[in-house]
């Protein structure tokens, strides 16, 4: 299986609660984050901080293939953390970090995941480099449009 580790961090000028709103509200982020073709609700968690959330997310990147998987929303720190796992092509964890900056806001994401489609496992001893790049191409589409929404969401 290939199995990867990444760690994104975001500088966006905009306030913490502006970018956390963004970032929270993830049935929206196709509207903004290039790559991101889908993100459907299966299940809206409970209370305000959608814990046991479920999402069926479809990403689409540089590369001729999709990648197909559901979310789920296990902790929730207003303003600090979202934590969940991911099953489907892809089988793994993510971790956002917000903090308040003195220019706005930092947002890091940790992404720890392996692929689990056999043509893609094939490919990893290869194509590990090609993967890396195409997450960071995504990853910067996801900054340019949190950081564009976020000041639109600010006024």
Same mark, same amino acid.
């Given at each position: 299986m290939g199995s990867y580790r990444f760690h994104t961090i975001w500088s966006v000028a905009a306030p913490l609660q502006a970018v956390w709103?963004?970032?929270?509200?993830?049935? /929206?982020?196709?509207?903004?984050w290039r790559g991101v073709e889908q993100v459907r609700a299966l299940?809206?968690? /409970?209370?305000?901080?959608?814990?046991? =959330?479920?999402t069926e997310q479809v990403w689409r990147s540089r590369l001729p293939y999709s990648v197909r998987f559901e979310t789920v929303t296990d902790r929730v720190e207003p303003l600090r953390?979202?934590?969940?796992?991911a099953e489907?092509? +892809?089988?793994? $964890?993510?971790?956002? /970090?917000?903090?308040?900056? =003195?220019?706005? $806001? $930092?947002? =890091?994401?940790?992404?720890?995941?392996?692929?689990?489609s056999r043509r +893609?496992?094939? +490919?990893a001893p290869l194509a590990r480099p090609v993967f890396r790049w195409n997450h960071d191409w995504v990853m910067r589409q996801g900054?340019?449009?949190?950081?564009? /929404?976020?000041?639109? $969401?600010?006024r």
């Open positions: 709103d963004v970032i929270f509200d993830a049935e /929206r982020w196709p509207e903004w299940d809206h968690g /409970r209370g305000e901080l959608k814990i046991g =959330s479920r953390l979202i934590e969940g796992r489907g092509d +892809l089988r793994g $964890t993510g971790v956002w /970090r917000f903090d308040a900056a =003195s220019d706005g $806001t $930092t947002v =890091s994401y940790d992404w720890h995941v392996e692929t689990t +893609l496992n094939k +490919l900054g340019k449009g949190l950081a564009e /929404r976020a000041a639109v $969401t600010d």
